[in-house]
């Protein structure tokens, strides 16, 4: 008659008892304390708000970036008259807060390197957004 088995594929007791200790090990070792290791249960959630937050970054990023192209020499003349309407219009595309302007705009005057380059421009006014 046939006679049963075990394949060589199937998960012996010793292996299922392995895995099952390890999966509860990983998964308390997260806690509610403060730490600087998150809660390995929420990785995935944490993976969905990062891609999330990243988007929307890129995107305004983008926006910031096509307009610093496009105004490029009118925001380098109006950076060291110490503001303008293309200045504003390019920290309300980037979410600079508005009390941080003023102080934002006699920097970015004192700093010869932005007269070049439109990446440091853009950089410039996404480093200091919300």
């Given at each position: 008659?046939?006679?049963?088995?075990?394949?060589?594929?199937?998960?012996?007791?010793?292996?299922?008892?392995l895995?099952?200790?390890?999966?509860?090990?990983?998964?308390?070792?997260?806690?509610?304390?403060?730490?600087?290791?998150?809660?390995?249960?929420?990785?995935?959630?944490?993976?969905?708000g990062?891609?999330?937050?990243?988007?929307?970054?890129?995107?305004?990023?983008?926006?910031?970036?096509?307009?610093?192209?496009?105004?490029?020499?009118?925001?380098?003349?109006?950076?060291?008259?110490?503001?303008?309407?293309?200045?504003?219009?390019?920290?309300?595309?980037?979410?600079?807060?508005?009390?941080?302007?003023?102080?934002?705009?006699?920097?970015?005057?004192q700093?010869?390197?932005?007269?070049?380059?439109?990446?440091?421009?853009?950089?410039?006014?996404?480093?200091?957004?919300?």
């Amino acid at each position: 008659m046939l006679e049963m088995r075990l394949t060589v594929n199937r998960p012996r007791p010793l292996n299922l008892a392995l895995f099952g200790f390890l999966a509860f090990a990983v998964l308390g070792c997260g806690s509610t304390a403060p730490s600087h290791v998150p809660n390995p249960v929420l990785f995935p959630v944490y993976a969905a708000g990062n891609a999330i937050h990243n988007a929307r970054y890129n995107k305004r990023r983008a926006v910031v970036k096509a307009h610093v192209k496009k105004t490029f020499d009118l925001l380098i003349a109006e950076i060291q008259a110490g503001g303008g309407p293309n200045l504003e219009l390019g920290y309300d595309l980037a979410a600079v807060p508005v009390p941080k302007r003023p102080a934002l705009t006699a920097m970015l005057s004192q700093d010869p390197n932005l007269r070049r380059d439109i990446e440091a421009v853009t950089v410039s006014l996404m480093v200091h957004s919300d």
